[in-house]
């Protein structure tokens, strides 16, 4: 599940990269593994990453499991052995020569003597010719004898702890569960005496057999159906990442590429815990709850921290203990849930699982955990800040924080103001074209929709709407820029807004914008972040009489796509509602006449 940059480049090219876990590098012989994706395209390269990746994790687990020999494979091989003496039996049992056939053997050793004038005096000849009857009579009571004498000289082998006799079967075994095992080591010494225990039960219900008697049940204790879990591996094509890929080419909610790819590393936090090798229909609420309660346990961006480079899930929560690093919230505990349970409600539909065991799993909301938005005051302050009103550097976010004479007018200036005239999300603000922000009706607008640039995402379906311009937006300069955009060649808004590795638009603008709060003294530790202004809008339309279910799907875009999203064609009476609705936002105190150019 680690989060370290699996995409690497060098020169022009893509490399996939993953660190080899610490237990497994001295089997590997390598720290990290390294592969040229074979592409100089960016987006083709993640595309053919995560196979990739997959494939190693798929590896490290196999190695994982050849190194560890539990005791519910032992229980394993002693029933399958014994299982397996009785079936072989049976076969023996149905191949044995029947009455009828010893008499069609016989007629033939009489043809063969009168054929060939073979003289039944003479011993050696007449042994040759009734040889095949004669072995065909013998062949079940020699049966029977070989398998009386196995079992005394197997039981004479346990008391004396000579293991010969079941060593190829002891090799069948670990090789078929691909297990590592010394051979010298205690651990095969004690599956051996187990399986051989297991023998000797076979082969007495077996000779049980030769009276007729089918009714013989295990007498040794261990010889018992296994009630554990082997190690049943996935068919191919049907691994839980495998499925997931396809889940994801499917998106049946047409959720954002952002989102798909969020809930592809929750989904492999549980592949993490449960192996890559899993069987889907092994994804049982015992499985999702004991995920849970290490996801309850896991530290803030363990990935991003070198204290627990190489190791998985559980070996960074059980190296925390040591180092102490404050839990993940309950909130981000729930986003993990929620990825993995629209994953599994797909396979439900697909008829790979019966139910969701991820149903119920949520945690309880901590009460008082709402929001927190700007104050008229402290908005007040932020805008008058060396962001918006002159900074030292526009490079490094440290010395954006200090005042001075660059003027920073990107991205970075106008997606909180466009936010909180608008409510948009930053990454719908930082990913819009320039011909998304367009005159239509005698309004100025922004089509929120992930049509044109192959880039674009929106959440879900329903994220894609006409939102009006705020008129305040217009007398700071927003159109100006944006013309100003077009004029230059460009083809996009913010050119300069990227996505980082992990497809997320601006990632780091909403990030350094928390820790720029914290540098001019606006908050310390949790509270306001970028998105105080997408709620700052929520709360100003409730303060203007509106419904959440009115400006939710029309302005936030929770909910509710239409064809009027999805094209941005919208009819006259239309767009005059939701520039009243828009128009409705206000917030009392707040300044900006400093900011009017």
Same mark, same amino acid.
């Given at each position: ?38 592409t100089k ?34 229980a ?18 149905q ?16 043809e ?31 049966d ?33 569960n ?9 651990d ?52 839980i ?42 994804m ?7 995920w849970?309660a ?9 990935t991003? !921290?070198?204290? *627990? +480079? /190489?190791?998985?899930? @559980?070996?960074?929560? $059980?190296?925390?203990? &040591?180092? %102490?690093?404050?839990? #993940? ?45 700007f ?9 008058? !800040?060396?962001? *918006? +009103? /002159?900074?030292?550097? @526009?490079?490094?976010? $440290?010395?954006?924080? &200090?005042? %001075?004479?660059?003027? #920073?007018r ?43 640039d ?10 894609m709407r ?17 013309? %100003? ?85 919208m ?27």
């Amino acid at each position: 599940m680690a989060r370290l940059s699996y995409l690497l480049r060098r020169g022009a090219s893509y490399y996939a990269r993953a660190r080899v876990p610490l237990d497994l590098v001295d089997a590997v012989g390598k720290n990290e593994l390294v592969k040229a994706l074979g592409t100089k395209d960016e987006q083709e390269a993640k595309r053919r990453l995560w196979p990739v990746v997959e494939s190693w994790n798929r590896q490290f687990d196999d190695l994982r499991s050849r190194r560890m020999l539990t005791p519910d494979d032992k229980a394993d091989a002693v029933w399958q052995h014994y299982t397996g003496i009785l079936a072989r039996d049976e076969q023996v049992r149905q191949s044995m020569p029947a009455t009828a056939d010893i008499e069609v053997a016989t007629e033939r050793a009489v043809e063969r003597i009168q054929r060939d004038g073979i003289d039944v005096h003479d011993p050696l000849a007449a042994l040759d010719a009734g040889l095949e009857v004669m072995v065909l009579k013998q062949r079940r009571a020699l049966d029977a004898h070989a398998r009386r004498a196995k079992l005394d000289t197997m039981r004479k082998h346990l008391v004396e702890g000579e293991a010969a006799l079941i060593a190829d079967e002891v090799d069948d075994y670990i090789d078929r569960n691909k297990l590592l095992i010394d051979p010298l080591s205690p651990d095969r010494s004690d599956l051996a005496r187990k399986m051989m225990r297991s023998e000797i039960e076979g082969l007495e219900r077996t000779i049980e057999r030769d009276q007729g008697d089918y009714s013989g049940t295990p007498k040794d204790p261990i010889v018992k159906p296994a009630s554990g879990t082997w190690r049943e591996q996935a068919a191919p094509g049907e691994g839980i990442m495998e499925l997931f890929e396809q889940y994801a080419a499917e998106n049946p909610k047409g959720i954002a590429t952002d989102t798909i790819a969020q809930a592809r590393r929750d989904v492999g936090s549980f592949v993490d815990y449960v192996g890559s090798t899993c069987p889907v229909h092994r994804m049982d609420k015992k499985a999702v709850r004991e995920w849970k309660a290490l996801l309850m346990k896991y530290p803030v961006k363990a990935t991003e !921290s070198s204290v *627990f +480079a /190489g190791m998985k899930l @559980a070996q960074i929560v $059980r190296h925390n203990e &040591k180092v %102490g690093k404050p839990a #993940i919230t309950v909130r981000t505990v729930n986003r993990y849930i929620a990825g993995f349970s629209a994953f599994c409600s797909w396979l439900v539909n697909h008829g790979y699982l019966d139910h969701n065991p991820a149903d119920g799993m949520f945690l309880k909301k901590t009460k008082g955990n709402k929001a927190l938005v700007f104050t008229s005051d402290q908005m007040n302050t932020l805008f008058k !800040s060396p962001l *918006f +009103a /002159g900074c030292q550097s @526009a490079d490094e976010w $440290r010395n954006v924080a &200090k005042p %001075g004479n660059v003027m #920073i007018r990107d991205h970075r200036y106008w997606v909180p103001l466009v936010m909180l005239y608008s409510g948009a999300r930053p990454a719908e603000i930082a990913q819009l074209a320039i011909t998304d922000v367009r005159h239509e009706h005698g309004h100025w607008i922004m089509h929120i929709t992930d049509e044109g640039d192959d880039d674009k995402s929106v959440k879900t379906e329903g994220s894609m709407r006409v939102v009006p311009v705020y008129p305040e937006l217009i007398r700071l300069g927003f159109i100006r820029y944006r013309d %100003g955009m077009e004029a230059a060649g460009h083809t996009r808004l913010f050119p300069e807004a990227k996505r980082n590795s992990r497809g997320q638009m601006i990632a780091e603008f909403s990030r350094e914008f928390g820790r720029y709060l914290t540098r001019i003294g606006m908050k310390t530790g949790r509270g306001l972040s970028l998105y105080s202004f997408r709620h700052g809008a929520a709360d100003a339309f409730r303060r203007a009489g509106y419904l959440d279910d009115v400006f939710g799907p029309i302005v936030l875009g929770h909910s509710g796509a239409t064809m009027t999203g999805r094209y941005g064609i919208m009819p006259q009476g239309m767009l005059k509602q939701r520039v009243e609705l828009v128009n409705s936002i206000a917030y009392p105190g707040l300044d900006l006449k400093h900011l009017f150019h």
